[in-house]
């Protein structure tokens, strides 16, 4: 019997103001391994975005990275928070 799957918590990204709320979520469900994944080719975007933007700078194409960066880490959250469930704490 193997062990049951880890996989992401609901989490809300992306303020869109304190009367609003947020725009974006992680959806829950989502198979952890797969999702870190995504989050790494977010983050290898991210970087290669950068040392391009280095030679030749872009705001549009920085603040695309910055997006980016924003989603990976809403990744790394949503999965940390379901780690932290799953040991009995709480992030």
Known sequence: MSA???TTVQH?????GPSTGNLFDVRA?????????????FLGAVFQTLQDSAEEPNADVIYGAAYLTEMAKAVI???????AREQGGAV
């Open 4 to 6: 049951p799957t880890a």
């Open 12 to 16: 809300a990204f992306y303020s869109t």
């Open 29 to 41: 469900g989502v198979p952890v391994v797969i999702s870190l994944e995504q989050a790494s080719c």
């Open 77 to 83: 959250d949503s999965v940390v928070s379901r780690l």
